[in-house]
């Protein structure tokens, strides 16, 4: 079976750092995503990581350790437009595809 | 605008009615996946279309839904029959196939309530 946890909720100030934390168990692991969404909108794209390591994109950074199981989203420089649901995603290679398997989300309020 | 389109955008219908929604993928994305989801929770996984070819369902779906992607092009998800259960946001992705990163890109979503 497969397991994806990643805290509820979190609180953070504008202008501050925070780690998303995500934690996996899932068989033919073949990458980790990072999705934005906002409240009734659609998963954006942040991040994508299959080999141990840090990935940045300018505020984000993803990282990976498949060893542990475990990933983290980190953002910096928070800005309240960051107030959304993180959805960490293991991606696992079946039937030829890439299905997705999501967490719950985590949801980040960011506050002045 | 070249995103993941879905249509309709909401929609409201009484139990037992049958509803169906539709997608359009980016422009060349070989593969398109359907995923559910309900307040609270991250998209569940529903179905996959490698072009016109369905290649898993979920177990998730049962016998009253149906998806097609008879072109390999845009797609169509049916629930027949509908319940109050299946009150949700129906997410379509879409995805070129032609590289391991593979990233989907979904479309704003159709929410459906079942009154």
Redesign the interface.
Known sequence: GQN?DQPTEMTATEGAIVQINCTYQTSGFN?L?W?QQHAG?????LS?N?LDGLEEKGRFSSFLSRSKGYSYLLLKELQMKDSASY?C?V?RL????????????TQLKVEL | DTG?SQNPRHKITKRGQNVTFRCDPISEHN?L?W?RQTL??????LT?F?NEAQ??KSRLLSDRFSAERPKGSFSTLEIQRTEQGDSAMY?CAS?P?TS??????????TRLTVL
């Open positions: 994806i990458g995503f999705y909108e659609a998963p954006t794209f994508y299959v959805l995603a991606k079946t039937g030829g595809g890439n299905k997705l398997t999501f967490g719950t989300g | 993941v593969r996946y995923y609270g929770q991250g998209p569940e996984f996959y490698q290649l898993e997410l995805s196939g391991d990163t593979d990233t989907q890109y979904f479309g704003p979503g």
